[in-house]
């Protein structure tokens, strides 16, 4: 069978470099998003949009990261089959990079070791890592700087078979209100649909990987996807720093999987308006 | 935005709407959930504090460690109705604010309101530009919490809002009580 060996340190100094990136640095579409961004009227949500913009620049130049709160670490890899690590193993790569760029960069080390003892592990490891095994000989390597404030407020339901469309909208919608000004907003939403109790918060964290502006390859998802935004930025009232002017959502993004018959798994992972993430084919 | 000194300026401070917008120096020190904790089973234990509750303004947030060549590294406020629960404890113990992001519990602003203190928000997640108005920052208490630790600082400038007003005002309110 054929194999593909890609080294151990190749995949350490491929992490590094998206943590790097992803902390300083926010990504063109999340940018975009955040300079089209409805204002509203004068006022703090407005003063506080023009702060949220100012400081992509003060970050670059600065040499500060974007948000103090730099993340629990949250990899997505999608790995091919055919990819073998060399001279040790993935997990241990991207722990590895973690722990050497949250010293190196200055970012906050926000991991405890049990949420019993809170004791901080001082590394910010061990990092969280999500895999989806593919056909192929490539490594994709996709980072995320989670903040615990967004992470905080998102949620997860079981609905009934029936709850359609409206059903997911109401729990999405009293997610965001329920949230308030909590979570940094605006926001994007993650949302996962269907899989089981597990599954369904995992697409939403998936989901929250994809580029703003890029819609569900399924068109009844896609428009979905727009109607949340629209329905949330009308009805929520929460607005910018939840000081309700101008934008609440700035995108929403759908993955969805195949459920049980008796079951509607719903999970909103809810991403601040600083969305930090990075990724990278090996 | 309106300059305000902590301590010298606390009467006018006091007589803003919520919502105004200030430009605030002097000093804070951090503390979030664990230095909260700590403090407050001191306070129960009668043990002697790292610092004076008296008139001082806790800053809700975990910065992060300071670059070379940098008076600060990233900081930036923590949401803060998680403090909650120890808020009116250290509004009785003297302090004369808090610093933070978010709505607060009913019976936390009432105590805010009835202990003349400030409850005043800064923008989350602009952290790098906060930084630049942080002149000063040093270890004051509870170094084994690293990023929980309680914190020092010195802000000159520093942008922030009117949170809750002493008329009850409210900045996440404010719209829906107009109407």
């Given at each position: 069978m054929f194999c593909r060996s890609i080294p151990y340190k190749t995949v350490v100094r491929a992490a590094e470099g998206l943590i790097r990136e992803a902390s300083f640095r926010l990504p063109d579409g999340v940018r975009r998003s955040l300079e089209q961004a409805d204002p509203g009227e004068e006022g703090?949500?407005?003063?506080?949009?023009?702060?949220?913009?100012?400081?992509?620049?003060?970050a670059q130049h600065r040499g500060i990261p974007l948000c103090q709160d730099t993340g629990l670490a949250v990899f997505y890899i999608r790995a091919g089959s055919a990819v073998v690590i060399e001279g040790g193993t993935l997990e241990g790569?991207?722990?590895?990079?973690?722990a050497a760029m949250y010293a190196s960069l200055y970012l906050r080390k926000s991991v405890v070791e049990s949420p019993l003892n809170r004791i901080n592990t001082g590394t910010n490891t061990p990092v969280m890592i999500h895999y989806d095994i593919v056909e192929g000989d490539e490594l994709e390597i996709n980072f995320m700087a989670k903040g615990g404030g967004s992470e905080n407020k998102s949620r997860m339901a079981m609905l009934t078979p029936d709850a359609g469309k409206e059903g997911v909208m109401d729990f999405i919608l009293e997610t965001v209100k329920k949230a308030g000004p909590d979570p940094c907003p605006p926001l994007f939403l993650g949302i996962g649909l269907g899989g089981s109790f597990d599954k369904a918060p995992w697409l939403a964290k998936k989901a929250l990987f994809r580029r703003p502006g890029k819609r569900h390859?399924?068109?009844?998802?896609?428009a979905f996807e727009e109607e949340i935004t629209r329905k949330v930025n009308s009805l929520s009232g929460v607005g910018i720093q939840g000081f309700g002017q101008g934008v609440t959502v700035l995108d929403t993004f759908?993955?969805?999987?195949?459920?049980?018959?008796a079951s509607f798994p719903v999970a909103v992972n809810i991403n601040c308006h600083s969305a930090r993430y990075a990724g990278v084919t090996l | 935005m309106i300059p305000i000194v902590l301590n010298r300026d606390k009467e006018k401070l006091l007589s803003l709407e919520a919502g105004t917008s200030l430009a605030?120096?002097?000093?804070?020190?951090?503390?979030?959930?664990?230095?909260?904790?700590?403090?407050?089973?001191?306070?129960?234990?009668?043990?002697?504090?790292?610092f004076p509750l008296e008139d001082a303004l806790i800053f809700y947030a975990g910065p992060a460690p300071a670059p070379p060549g940098r008076a600060c590294g990233a900081i930036g406020p923590t949401t803060s109705s998680r403090m909650d629960p120890f808020t009116p404890l250290l509004l009785e113990k003297g302090i004369m604010g808090a610093l933070g992001k978010g709505k607060r519990s009913p019976a936390v602003k009432e105590a805010f309101c009835r202990f003349g203190a400030v409850y005043l928000v800064a923008v989350g997640g602009v952290a790098a530009l906060l930084s630049r108005y942080v002149e000063k920052i040093e270890l004051c208490a509870f170094g084994d919490l690293g990023p929980e630790a309680?914190?020092?600082?010195?802000?000159?400038?520093?942008?922030?809002?009117?949170?809750?007003?002493?008329?009850?005002?409210?900045?996440?309110?404010?719209?829906?009580?107009?109407?």
């Open positions: 703090p949500g407005r003063d506080a949009l023009g702060l949220i913009l100012e400081n992509m620049k003060a790569a991207l722990n590895e990079a973690a390859p399924r068109s009844e998802l896609a759908i993955e969805e999987a195949p459920c049980h018959i | 605030l120096s002097g000093v804070a020190y951090t503390a979030r959930d664990a230095a909260h904790a700590r403090l407050a089973s001191m306070i129960r234990d009668g043990k002697a504090l790292p309680v914190y020092r600082v010195e802000l000159n400038g520093f942008p922030c809002f009117v949170g809750l007003d002493t008329r009850g005002g409210d900045i996440y309110t404010m719209r829906e009580d107009r109407r």
